[in-house]
């Protein structure tokens, strides 16, 4: 039969899998000693510590073995803070989670066979230690409805890792960590495909966690919702001082990131702005965001776009107005002239024809209207006082024949003849044809749509896309039918 055995820990991450030579005692209270994790009566059960610290974990061993824990509360470490320990599910076992079980645990646990967490079952990293996460090795963990909650953050550390949100709830507490894929050389893959990630640390990193984390990190995203909510929410693509790559692919679902998107972090944050976004720059060229559907929803980016089938939106779609700009845009906006070796100019935004562009609206005037800034600057003379040590170039955009803008009307609006919208700036705006505008899911011929070219010979020129509304006039035959009825009303009167 299978048992849970309580052993000593040593090492860090990269010796998790060795083990002290002493053996603790098996837990064997009901059926624990069983292949069938239970506590038999339900309620609550804590695993006692084989330490003065009162650390416990737990070791699932052997191909083939399962385990489940399938009822009841376990808390693992009750007078631990959880640092420098953790339990492991080795290659080729199997823990499951399932039928309303609950575990906790004040150290880290260590993924190399499978993880499995279903329905109304929950596993949480409660620890308060530096070293208390869920981390994946070689292994897989895969969220079925249940709930994983981590205080800390969640890795991904050797090739071959896997995560996948298939329904259920995944979230990090901590203000400062989020998601990490390392990878070590090879490939670690994080996929959602329903559900959420809900990420309230300031970075989730692709790749490059540290220096030494090379590798590539596969993001696949065909739905769901993550979504990042930390003041300096920032997805980092790849760490520029490392030669790790990362791939997000996305087809489906939401990525709402406020207030932040970009290629590559160097090490540092721009604490004080207020957006919260981090000091980034492009680096890592083969470094790339596949966007063929599904939802964008973010405040300051710092990397090109292109649109392949997406929805973009300034915000998350919680019916708020706001605005998304460049990452150097805000800088300025936001008083901050301090160095930033990281901003970045010359950035595109290109919109294909089977991509779309939602802007929530509640009126006309500033601030009632969601509105974009893919500007560089707004002064590009401040190029020089944000120290960026490259060469300013002005931003652009593309929206290709056939794209779409849909207005999406809140709190009871009603269009009025000759409303204007100014929906988008950029230094250069190019529209290749025609561009189609949907009020509220329905295609609309009533809108002028205009690039509007503002000249600035001190802070530089730019364009505006505008959308004007124009109530149709009645056509000649509506006309005629309606002199007919008046006259002969006028006939019956008589």
Same mark, same amino acid.
């Given at each position: 039969?299978?048992?849970?055995?309580?052993?000593?820990?040593?090492?860090?991450?990269?010796?998790?899998?060795?083990?002290?030579?002493?053996?603790?005692?098996?837990?064997?209270?009901?059926?624990?000693?069983?292949?069938?994790? *239970?506590?038999?009566?339900?309620? %609550?059960?804590?695993?006692?510590?084989?330490?003065?610290?009162?650390?416990?974990?737990?070791?699932? !061993?052997?191909?083939?073995?399962?385990?489940? #824990?399938?009822a009841g509360t376990v808390t693992l470490g009750v007078a631990s803070s959880g640092a420098g320990n953790g339990s492991t599910i080795a290659a080729g076992a199997t823990l499951n989670i399932s039928d309303g079980a609950d575990l906790y645990s004040r150290s880290t646990i260590f993924v190399f066979g499978t993880l499995n967490v279903y329905t109304n079952s929950s596993l949480s990293?409660? +620890?308060?230690? /530096?070293?208390?996460?869920?981390?994946?090795?070689?292994?897989?963990?895969?969220?079925?409805?249940?709930?994983?909650?981590?205080?800390?953050?969640?890795?991904?550390?050797?090739? =071959?890792?896997?995560?996948?949100?298939?329904? +259920?709830?995944?979230?990090?507490?901590?203000?400062?960590?989020? &998601?990490?894929?390392?990878?070590?050389?090879?490939?670690?893959?994080?996929?959602?495909?329903?559900?959420?990630?809900?990420?309230? +640390?300031?970075?989730?990193? #692709?790749?490059?966690?540290?220096?030494?984390?090379?590798?590539?990190?596969? $993001?696949?995203?065909?739905?769901?919702?993550?979504?990042?909510?930390?003041?300096?929410?920032?997805?980092? $693509?790849?760490?520029?001082?490392?030669?790790?790559?990362?791939?997000?692919?996305?087809?489906?679902?939401?990525?709402?990131?406020?207030?932040?998107?970009?290629?590559?972090?160097?090490?540092?944050?721009?604490?004080?702005? !207020?957006?919260?976004?981090?000091?980034?720059?492009?680096? =890592?060229?083969?470094?790339?965001?596949?966007?063929?559907? =599904?939802?964008?929803?973010?405040?300051?980016? *710092?990397?090109?776009?292109?649109?392949?089938? +997406?929805?973009?939106?300034?915000?998350?779609?919680?019916?708020?107005?706001?605005?998304?700009?460049?990452?150097?845009?805000?800088?300025? @906006? %936001?008083?901050?002239?301090?160095?930033?070796?990281?901003?970045?100019?010359?950035?595109?935004?290109?919109?294909?024809?089977?991509?779309?562009?939602?802007?929530?609206?509640? =009126?006309?005037?500033?601030?009632? @209207?969601?509105?974009?800034?893919?500007?560089?600057?707004?002064?590009?003379?401040?190029?020089?006082?944000?120290?960026?040590?490259?060469?300013?170039?002005?931003? /652009?955009? *593309?929206?290709?024949?056939?794209?779409?803008?849909? #207005? *999406?009307?809140?709190?009871?609006?009603?269009?009025?003849?000759?409303?204007?919208?100014?929906?988008?700036?950029?230094?250069?705006?190019?529209?290749?044809?025609?561009?189609?505008?949907?009020?509220?899911?329905?295609? %609309?011929?009533?809108?002028? &749509?205009?690039?509007?070219?503002?000249?600035?010979?001190?802070?530089?020129?730019?364009?505006?896309?505008?959308?004007?509304?124009?109530?149709?006039?009645?056509?000649?035959?509506?006309? #005629?039918?309606?002199?007919?009825?008046?006259?002969?009303?006028?006939?019956?009167?008589?």
């Amino acid at each position: 039969m299978k048992k849970i055995i309580l052993k000593s820990l040593i090492g860090a991450c990269a010796a998790c899998a060795a083990y002290a030579a002493s053996t603790y005692s098996a837990i064997d209270s009901g059926n624990w000693g069983t292949d069938i994790w *239970n506590d038999g009566a339900g309620g %609550s059960v804590v695993v006692p510590g084989n330490r003065p610290t009162d650390a416990a974990y737990f070791l699932v !061993s052997g191909a083939g073995k399962t385990v489940t #824990l399938n009822a009841g509360t376990v808390t693992l470490g009750v007078a631990s803070s959880g640092a420098g320990n953790g339990s492991t599910i080795a290659a080729g076992a199997t823990l499951n989670i399932s039928d309303g079980a609950d575990l906790y645990s004040r150290s880290t646990i260590f993924v190399f066979g499978t993880l499995n967490v279903y329905t109304n079952s929950s596993l949480s990293i409660i +620890g308060a230690g /530096s070293t208390a996460y869920l981390t994946v090795g070689s292994g897989i963990v895969n969220l079925n409805g249940g709930t994983i909650i981590s205080n800390r953050n969640i890795y991904i550390r050797a090739a =071959g890792g896997q995560i996948n949100i298939n329904s +259920g709830l995944m979230q990090m507490n901590n203000s400062f960590y989020g &998601v990490r894929i390392a990878a070590a050389g090879g490939t670690g893959t994080f996929s959602i495909t329903g559900g959420t990630l809900s990420v309230k +640390g300031s970075t989730t990193y #692709l790749t490059g966690q540290t220096e030494a984390d090379l590798g590539t990190g596969v $993001f696949n995203q065909t739905g769901g919702l993550f979504q990042m909510t930390n003041a300096a929410a920032c997805v980092v $693509f790849s760490n520029a001082a490392v030669t790790g790559r990362g791939i997000y692919n996305l087809s489906g679902g939401e990525l709402m990131i406020v207030p932040t998107i970009s290629y590559a972090l160097n090490n540092s944050y721009a604490a004080g702005i !207020s957006l919260g976004a981090n000091t980034s720059s492009i680096a =890592g060229q083969d470094s790339q965001f596949n966007w063929t559907g =599904g939802r964008l929803s973010v405040s300051v980016i *710092n990397m090109s776009l292109v649109n392949n089938g +997406g929805d973009f939106n300034p915000t998350a779609n919680d019916g708020s107005i706001s605005t998304t700009m460049l990452y150097s845009y805000m800088r300025e @906006h %936001s008083g901050t002239t301090s160095a930033s070796s990281t901003a970045v100019s010359g950035l595109n935004y290109t919109q294909k024809a089977t991509g779309r562009m939602t802007i929530d609206v509640k =009126g006309t005037g500033a601030g009632e @209207h969601d509105v974009v800034y893919w500007r560089t600057l707004e002064d590009k003379s401040n190029w020089d006082l944000l120290g960026t040590g490259t060469a300013y170039a002005e931003a /652009s955009a *593309n929206f290709e024949d056939g794209t779409s803008i849909y #207005l *999406n009307l809140m709190d009871g609006y009603v269009l009025q003849d000759g409303d204007i919208f100014d929906i988008f700036y950029s230094d250069s705006i190019t529209l290749a044809g025609s561009l189609n505008v949907y009020v509220d899911d329905v295609l %609309s011929g009533d809108f002028t &749509v205009s690039i509007e070219q503002v000249l600035d010979a001190v802070k530089g020129d730019y364009d505006i896309l505008r959308l004007t509304y124009n109530i149709p006039e009645p056509s000649a035959a509506a006309a #005629l039918l309606g002199l007919l009825a008046i006259a002969a009303g006028a006939r019956r009167r008589k």
